[in-house]
């Protein structure tokens, strides 16, 4: 697990160094790297247990909202959006970190219901805590970040057993609260990205420009790349974002398709490796805290590179440990360490065992 995402971490900085000699990114994202590699060390030697109290998972959800609400509140716009706490030398992003706080929180809450799942009230408290964060985040605006939270959400629900009726009436609610969005709640610029999307050539110099340059950018690969440091979309500058929204597409254009293979087994041995570590769980909060991440991850890995594909609209979202930036290397790093240091008294997985603890057998 921590080689798959430290090889990740070597891609990204390769693909970054490559667009400009002594790239000021670099070693900025190369000590993140560093210091997200200590957390990891550091919180796999934590005994994670404490986080199964109510108290403990809803006082961590709740500190973590205060940054969020003073960036809507009191917070200065950042490339259009209030999402990060700009402290000179470095830029924070509270979100990263919310997304660990409401999977401690979800699958606490989950840990001891999941038997209970087909009673609606459920859905709805935990769809609350989640609404929460979700609307903090599309103040700011970020649409990206307010749809791995839904992710997130919708991941958990999924792994504690909804039924199919309330998933219908989930994706009913979720349909009309984008009706809602689009007539009230998004910006003109999200509208047209959204619209560009059905129609990739509707304003190709305009709001539909960076999807097109992805575009072309990830085709010129072709099978095996042109090279590291001959990426032309990038090292022209006609990619935008290339360090963070659009990395993936500046990894493809000099990788190709080879290329892109190599990144998706690396996230695949990530994900099977914590989904192995989920089964080993000593108990259903371990279980759904590494489900969690699971979905966190995947849903910023399957939406970046959609993103960058064009076949989802742009969202400007980050993917994992490959983009720029330190708040969210730290966070899942962060996050994998937990994971490691619950695997230090997970439990042998057995089939019969796994079936009676999730039909009720353990009280957890």
């Given at each position: 697990m921590f080689g798959a995402a430290l090889a990740l971490c070597v891609l990204g900085l390769v693909t970054m160094s490559s667009f400009q000699s002594r790239d000021p990114y670099v070693i900025r994202q190369l000590i993140?790297?560093?210091i997200?590699?200590?957390?990891?060390?550091?919180?796999s030697q934590v005994d994670w247990r404490f986080l199964r109290r109510s108290g403990v998972a809803a006082g961590i959800y709740g500190a973590l909202l205060l940054p969020l609400i003073f960036l809507v509140v009191a917070?200065?716009?950042?490339?259009?959006?209030?999402s990060w706490f700009d402290l000179g030398l470095l830029a924070f992003q509270p979100t990263d970190f919310v997304n660990l706080a409401l999977i401690i929180l979800l699958a606490k809450y989950f840990s001891r219901r999941h038997i209970e799942i087909a009673?609606?009230?459920?859905?709805?408290?935990?769809?609350?805590?989640?609404?929460?964060?979700?609307?903090?985040?599309?103040l700011q605006p970020d649409f990206g970040a307010a749809v791995i939270i839904f992710c997130i959400?919708?991941?958990?629900v999924l792994c504690s057993g909804l039924s199919r009726t309330h998933l219908l009436l989930i994706l009913t609610v979720g349909a009309l609260a984008f009706l809602g969005l689009w007539l009230f709640g998004f910006h003109d610029y999200q509208k047209q990205r959204i619209l560009n999307f059905v129609n990739p050539t509707r304003d190709l110099h305009g709001t539909g420009y960076n999807a097109y340059q992805s575009t072309v950018a990830v085709g010129s690969g072709q099978l095996s790349g042109k090279g590291i440091g001959y990426g032309t979309q990038s090292k022209l500058r006609f990619l935008p974002e290339y360090q963070t929204d659009f990395i993936f597409a500046a990894y493809a254009e000099e990788w190709g398709f080879v290329g892109i293979?190599?990144?998706f087994a690396l996230y695949g041995i990530l994900f099977w490796r914590i989904l192995r570590a989920a089964m080993r769980g000593a108990s259903n909060f371990e279980v759904l805290f590494a489900l969690g991440v699971l979905c966190y991850l995947a849903a910023h890995m399957v939406l970046h590179a959609g993103i960058n594909l064009g076949v989802l609209p742009v969202t400007g979202t980050t993917i994992p440990f490959m983009s720029y930036g330190g708040s969210h290397v730290v966070a899942e790093f962060l996050a994998l360490g937990i994971i490691s240091g619950m695997s230090?008294?997970?439990?042998?997985?057995?089939?019969q065992a796994l079936a009676r603890d999730?039909?009720?057998g353990y009280d957890r």
């Open positions: 993140w790297i560093i997200g590699v200590l957390v990891f060390f550091g919180a917070g200065h716009a950042i490339l259009g959006a209030k009673n609606f009230r459920h859905i709805i408290i935990s769809g609350g805590y989640a609404v929460v964060v979700f609307v903090l985040i599309l959400w919708l991941g958990m293979i190599l990144v230090a008294y997970s439990r042998v997985a057995h089939p999730w039909s009720g």
